[in-house]
């Protein structure tokens, strides 16, 4: 990949609004919902410790989406997220609680030997970004990333078939080994990983835009038209980076591409960087916070950097998947 400096992020109505503190919280911050829903969900949040925040929030009819201790470390933001839309942010003094899990634009490591958390990141690990949530014909879920992160060696196995989310300055949670990887089979770069479960690891079709703006949330797959506004996320470039999908003049390069890296990908006006790999391309988030799953990141080109995906529609159909959805 060629180093490039990120594009200008896109600008959008959906964002935080301010509502009234409860308790001890410092921060009550809502996005698709009322000030009265976010207020009942802090309410009932503040009433009790930390470690009791995610069931307060689940009474309140809301899904503990992650937790973060502040930069001063004296307090702790919660997101949260509920079925049909909507996105809270509470912040509170404390130590965050254990609540994390997998969502598209997370930062990944993938590595030759086992990730544990709180350990050190072992030598040989590249970084990657994270993308779409998926459900497998057998009814499993699973978390899809660019299949050049993992790699295949000659003979056909995974080069680094271990990988974690990471939550700085080390793997916060580890994922497992890679449970599929396309390029094996098809000319897709992608590959599936296993995503967290359990009642504090939260698995939501959704990206992820840190603390302070509310997440996307994922409604659907769109069609990688030329000229179509697209934007992609990725642990380097940051959040909604946007542009536009090539328009038809440049297809004859495109398949040059695809033949030298020996994947299918489609071409964007958007620039991009090493470690944005794998990350989730969107169409132009709406108004109500919604995007359509276009792509996984894939590749960077020429002395422009402008960023190449993968198709999200031939992957799906390449694991007999269906996206999941918000």
């Known amino acids: 990949m060629l180093a490039a400096a990120p594009a200008q992020a896109q600008t959008t109505s959906y964002d935080y609004q301010p509502c009234a503190t409860a308790g001890d919280a410092s921060v009550v911050e809502v996005a698709g919902a009322t000030c009265a829903e976010a207020e009942a969900a802090a309410a009932r949040v503040v009433a009790g410790p930390a470690p009791a925040e995610r069931g307060a929030l689940v009474a309140a009819g809301w899904t503990p989406l992650r937790a973060q201790t502040t930069s001063d470390e004296d307090d702790h933001d919660l997101i949260a997220t509920r079925a049909g839309g909507g996105a809270l942010r509470i912040r509170r003094p404390g130590e965050a ?13 993938l590595a030759r030997k086992r990730l544990v958390g709180g350990r050190p990141v072992p030598s040989g690990a590249v970084v990657c970004s994270t993308s779409w949530l998926v459900r497998l014909a057998s009814g499993r879920f699973g978390g899809l990333t ?25 793997p916060g949670i580890a994922l497992g080994r890679v449970k599929r990887i396309l ?27 840190g603390v302070s703006r509310p997440p996307w949330r994922v409604a659907g797959v769109g069609r990688p038209t030329s000229g179509r506004a697209v934007c992609f996320s990725g642990r380097t470039s940051g959040i909604d980076q946007c542009g536009r999908i090539q ?56 002395d422009s950097a402008a960023m190449c995906f993968t198709p999200i529609a031939p992957v799906l159909s390449g694991l007999n998947a269906r996206l999941v959805t918000g």
């Open 97 to 109: 609680p254990d609540l994390d899990g997998w969502e598209a634009n997370r930062e990944l490591i």
């Open 146 to 170: 660019a299949a050049h992160c993992g790699g295949l060696r000659k003979d056909g196995t995974v080069h680094r078939r271990y990988a974690a989310l990471r939550r700085p300055p080390q």
């Open 247 to 302: 328009d038809r003049s440049v297809r004859g390069a495109e398949r040059l591409v695809s033949a030298f890296a020996g994947v299918l990908v489609r071409c964007t006006t958007i620039r991009a960087q090493q470690g944005d790999s794998g990350g989730p391309v969107y169409t132009a988030p709406r108004a109500d916070g919604t995007v359509y799953a276009i792509g996984i990141t894939s590749l960077v080109v020429g």
């Open 183 to 209: 390029t094996r089979s098809r000319p897709l770069d992608a590959l599936l990983l296993p995503v967290p479960s359990g009642v504090s690891r939260s698995r939501q079709p959704v990206i992820d835009r």
